[in-house]
Structures are given as structure tokens and as C-alpha cells.
């Protein structure tokens, strides 16, 4: 498999800091992978390590397959753009997309070549004789992104390099990028700190934490199967609920049992029996605010997976309506229907879909079940 492998890699200043920890990853030809997590967990000096720009301590770095971590940054075969790239004020858009090029001595008529197809490509044939001031915000990004994409790199590297811009025009040069990638037919690493830009934008997802990889895997995985607590936390549209309880026998199988309420655990989650040894053991309960509903007035006391709640604050936003609960001094966050009639003050009967439910480890926080 071409592309980039990193494996084993540690990053450790002289001071001893540790940025990135035993951080495996490979990304194949035109495979887009993203790093995502909070500002200082790493991604940028994975990036910078890639690019040759920061020097490996320890471990192995593959490009096309072949040994780079002794490779200076020109002949590594990548390309990288970053959040605060910026245009020669002085050059046209052609001279920019042209620059990288010439220092690498390709000659003219390549250098056209390339160029032209770069800028069919990113929509950019109208404005090459323009200058960088005469052009927009988005066509100034599209500028940065053609000068990486030009050089036809094994591997295009991209450091938050939308993030300064509107949503709207990131979700678009997202778009963009997304079709290009075939054309490029390079390996892609997209750094972000946005969640849902790394949902919507990779193939797979890497969840980095502390300089190390909580998980690896396809959005809708991430987002189903959390490996830990900080997974879960991180992916969604809206930050999971967590409550703090008790596993517990009962009849019919296993419960979380939290102040007076008990949450059935469907047997199927159970897979062998994983919930035995963590019977009469604390644990917690995770739970995402879209898989909370209302119950209808017509539900019994006993409707499975219950729990009377306070509405302390109901606000209506599009298709649904964002509710913050109090249920016995636990708060809840819940995603209902637009058409709630829930008030401030008022009460309701909140209902976990139980298939939904995720349950962790309260000491490693890692996950028990899904």
C-alpha cells in the first residue's frame, strides 16, 4: 500500500516533553484521513514530522513505501498547507501556483501544464493574470490549496487550512477538496480541532489525545462505538451525557442503577456476559442528548428506560428542540422533536433509547459496551 505509514512514531522535545506517543496511522493513495482533537494534542507535529519540518525521535516513517525519515523535506514526494499560508502579494495567481515548481527546476512547458490542469480543477482559469488582492477570500484559498496540490505530491498535508474562513465557505472548499483527492490520487492528512469538519470530511478519523490515538476508524464507528469516554465526549453534534451509577443484577438481566431510577441494558449489548464482572460495581453511563425522547402521556410508570426530569430550559432551533433537564440533580441535554410542547418549569418523562446506550469503565474510562 502507497500513501504514508507512520509506525511507532514518538516526538520528544529536549525538555523532555513527550507531543506524540507510539502514534501508528497508514493512509493509502487517495484514502483521506483525518487527526482530529483539541488544540495540543499533537496533530500539527505529526504533520510537521511527515513534512520533514520536525525530527523524528523514535519509531519509523514510510512515503510511497519507501524509508523518509532521513529524507530532507523537498524529495519526501509531499506537499503541505497550513491555517496561515499565505499568497506573494506581487505574483499572480499563475506565478503562485507556479512558484514551488520552478525552485524545483521542472521545466517551462511542465510548469504550464500543471498549472493549467490545477486551475481547471479548483475553477481558478478565469484569475491567474489577477493578483492575490484583486481575487476573493475563497478563490485566495483555492490559490493555497492549488500551490500544494500542483507539485502532485504522494502526500498532500493539510494543517487546519480552512479554518479562518466563514462555515459556509469551509464546508465548500471541504466539497472541493473531497473531488480533488480523486484527481491527485494522493494519500491525504487533514488536521483539525472541529469535529463535525472531520466527521463530514474522512474516510477514517483519528482521535488524538495527549500525542496519542484514541481511536482510528470510519465517522459512523467513532460515533457508535466510542473506544473511551473522551471519544464519546468529542464526536457528536452535541457533547454526550454521562451519569454516574451502579451495574446491577436484576431479574431480566443487568440494570444501571443511578439515584432512583434504573435503566434496563438490552441483552444484546451484553456480549458474553461482559456486564458479570461488573456487577455491583460503579461505572458510567453515556448517553447522546439526540437519543433521549419524550414519552407520551399515555406511557406507563414501568416505559423501560424512564426517568422524570425538570425542564429547565427548552429552546426551539430548526427541525428540533434543545432541552436541558434536571432529573433528580443529574443534568440531562436532549434533542427532541420540534414539535415538543416542553415549557421551563414544567416536567416530562425522558426516555433513553436503550440500543443507544454506552457504558465505560469509571476508573479507565475506556468502554464497556456499546
Request: hydrophobic residues 40%; contains cysteine; neutral net charge.
Amino acid at each position: 500500500m502507497a500513501g504514508i505509514t507512520f509506525r511507532n512514531i514518538d516526538k520528544i522535545y529536549g525538555d523532555g516533553v513527550a507531543a506524540v506517543t507510539d502514534f501508528s496511522l497508514e493512509a493509502g493513495d487517495r484514502e483521506f484521513v483525518v487527526l482530529a482533537g483539541p488544540d495540543g494534542c499533537g496533530k500539527s507535529t505529526v504533520l510537521r514530522m511527515a513534512a520533514g519540518l520536525e525530527e523524528i525521535t523514535k519509531g519509523e516513517l514510510l512515503i510511497g513505501g519507501r524509508p523518509a525519515n532521513g529524507l530532507a523535506p523537498r524529495d519526501r514526494g509531499v506537499a503541505m498547507m497550513s491555517r496561515n499560508g499565505a499568497l506573494y502579494p506581487e505574483m499572480t495567481v499563475f506565478d503562485n501556483l507556479a512558484f514551488g515548481l520552478r525552485l524545483l527546476g521542472v521545466p517551462n512547458d511542465e510548469i504550464v501544464r500543471r498549472v493549467e490542469r490545477t486551475a481547471r480543477d479548483l475553477e481558478l482559469s478565469r484569475i491567474l493574470d489577477r493578483k492575490p488582492k484583486a481575487v476573493s477570500a475563497g478563490q485566495r484559498q483555492r490559490v493555497l490549496l492549488g500551490r500544494a496540490a500542483v507539485r502532485s505530491p504522494k502526500v498532500l498535508l493539510l494543517d487546519e487550512p480552512f479554518a479562518n474562513l466563514d462555515a459556509k465557505l469551509r464546508a465548500r472548499m471541504l466539497s472541493e477538496l473531497s473531488e480533488l483527492r480523486g484527481r491527485l490520487g494522493a494519500a491525504i492528512l487533514y488536521a483539525t480541532s472541529d469535529q463535525e469538519e472531520a466527521m463530514a470530511a474522512g474516510d477514517r478519523v483519528a482521535v488524538m489525545k495527549d500525542g496519542v490515538i484514541q481511536q482510528a476508524d470510519p465517522p459512523r464507528r467513532l460515533y457508535d462505538a466510542p473506544a473511551n469516554r473522551f471519544v464519546a465526549s468529542f464526536v457528536g453534534p452535541a457533547p454526550m451525557n454521562f451519569l454516574h451509577g451502579t451495574v446491577e443484577r436484576a431479574a431480566a438481566g443487568y440494570v444501571f442503577r443511578f439515584g432512583r431510577y434504573g435503566i434496563p441494558i438490552p441483552d444484546e449489548k451484553n456480549r458474553g456476559d461482559v456486564l458479570g464482572r461488573y456487577a455491583g460495581r460503579e461505572a458510567v453511563l453515556g448517553i447522546r442528548p439526540e437519543d433521549i425522547r419524550e414519552a407520551p402521556e399515555s406511557a406507563g410508570e414501568e416505559a423501560a428506560g424512564a426517568v422524570e426530569a425538570e425542564v429547565e430550559l427548552a429552546e426551539r432551533a430548526g427541525g428540533e428542540t434543545r432541552l436541558s433537564l434536571n432529573c433528580g440533580g443529574v443534568r440531562l441535554a436532549a434533542r427532541v422533536g420540534a414539535d415538543s410542547e416542553a415549557q421551563p418549569g414544567g416536567r416530562i418523562r425522558a426516555v433513553f433509547g436503550l440500543s443507544r446506550i454506552h457504558l465505560f469503565d469509571k476508573e479507565t474510562e475506556k468502554a464497556i459496551l456499546n
